[in-house]
């Protein structure tokens, strides 16, 4: 069997994955470019207002909220989300699907919205996908609760598990942005482009965002495919397994720098 074919065939979807020492040093990587992204929202705030008419009273509405949003403790912000009415989305849900997992995390997993079985459960990933992040996950020696947080873009299930709409990922962002604030994980992974693209306020292909580390405001964001994508791509699976290779890497060497910075002097 060719290395690459035993490569794919232990990563395919029944033998759980596993982590071969070594393993990620074997395969190429992209040059580990860092690139500054603009997130949407820091754009606008950067962007001179040049009207002299004052906001319309629902811009008003989406600023204060947003503004209480940033000021909510876990509780509150999930008590928020679970009463939440803000989009559409609100009337077609079962569950809110807020986020799961170590609020000290150093690793947030980002996807794009809760799937049918996710909006029955209220927990993120929990469907096929979620199973394959799972094992992903566990190759690498790491599960969900355990330095690791998952959450989506959106709250609520988008009927039919359409993308979700530009107004609906907008209205949802302050919560994602408070979780990110309350968490202050080490890094991001946005597991596909509606996550990638929304936090980067920018369009671009996962092809062309993978290797490289983003910044959601002050916090590293890197990029992977979506667990959904890979369960129909299977070859795309090896790229993934080199992305969260690649992650990890990064992670360690931040880690140990920081160890270092605190190191007193001499
Ligand atoms: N896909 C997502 O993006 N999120 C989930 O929670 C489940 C499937
Ligand atoms: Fe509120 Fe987000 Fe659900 Fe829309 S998707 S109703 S903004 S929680």
Redesign the pocket.
Known sequence: MSRRTEILDEMGLSPRWTLREGFARTLPTAAPGTVTGTPAAADDASSPDTSDTPAAPAAVDAQGRATAIMQMDWTPLAEAVAGCTACPLATTRNCT?FGVGDRKASWLFV?????AE?DERGE??V?Q??RLLDNMLAALGMKRGDDVYVA?IVKCRPPGNRVPAAAEVAACEPYLHRQIQLLQPKVIVA?GKTAAVTLLGKEQSIASMRGKVFRYRDTPLMVTY?P?YLLRTLPDKIKAWEDLCFIRERVAEWRAGAAQDAQPPG
């Not at 996807?111 to 799937?115: K, L, N």
Request: no cysteine; charged share 10%.
């Open positions: 699907v996807g794009e919205g809760p799937g996710e993120p990933f469907g996908a979620g989506n597991l979506h959904a």
